[in-house]
Each structure stands twice: as C-alpha cells, then as structure tokens.
Nanobody, 121 residues
Framework: QLQAFGGGLVQPGASLRLSCAAS????????MGWFRQAPGKEREFVAA??????DYAHSVKGRFAISRDNAKNTVYLQMNSLEPEDTAVYFC??????????????????WGQGTQVTVSS
C-alpha cells in the first residue's frame, strides 16, 4: 500500500515536497513514479526513479527532483519554482516492469491515493 502526502496550496514560485510511504512491501528494486492529473486532463507522467537512475517529464525537468530512501521505504518529489500549470492531483506508484516503460501509467501496479497540489496567487 502506498500513501502520498505533502500537497497543498502555494503561490507561484514556491516549493513543496511530496512524500510517498509504502507499507506492507518494500520499494527497493521497484520503479517508483509520480504521475499527476489535472481536471479534465489525462493522467501524465512526472518523474520516476530506480536504482539511482531518474527520469522526468520535459515540463518539470530542472524544477522537480525525485529521490528515495529505501531505509524509510519512502519516495519523495521535491517541487521547486511551481507554476499554475503544475496544479493537479499527484499520485505515487510502483512498478516491477522494466525501466523502458517507466512513463506508462498502465505499467504501474501499486498506486497511492493522490494528494492535491494547487498553485495559485
């Protein structure tokens, strides 16, 4: 089971750190990803990590950073320079598929409940 938290309402340019804690299973060895879904839009890939290797959507590259703490069984998404376009519900997810499919949400078996991020002045 995955539980995501850390969302909130912030102004443009602010930062937030999302956390995703796993219970009942270990995250080590799995691809851990963050996805987001804005109202009226499809769920989209944000970032993924496995064994220290990371990948980011073009829209967040240079602003967001994904990391993991295997000892705490937790994955983080540090979000800096937030923009109104980042407003969405953010989901963490886990996959045991190969790295090559990391951006495909249908390859993730384990999902958190989502946390709302709103960027507005």
């Amino acid at each position: 089971q995955l539980q995501a938290f850390g969302g909130g309402l912030v102004q443009p340019g602010a930062s937030l750190r999302l956390s995703c804690a796993a219970s009942g299973r270990t995250l080590s060895g799995s691809i851990m990803g963050w996805f987001r879904q804005a109202p009226g839009k499809e769920r989209e890939f944000v970032a993924a990590i496995r064994s220290g290797v990371t990948d980011y959507a073009h829209s967040v590259k240079g602003r967001f950073a994904i990391s993991r703490d295997n000892a705490k069984n937790t994955v983080y998404l540090q979000m800096n320079s937030l923009e109104p376009e980042d407003t969405a519900v953010y989901f963490c997810a886990g996959s045991t598929f190969i790295w090559g499919v990391r951006q495909h949400s249908n390859k993730y078996y384990y999902w958190g409940q989502g946390t709302q991020v709103t960027v507005s002045s």
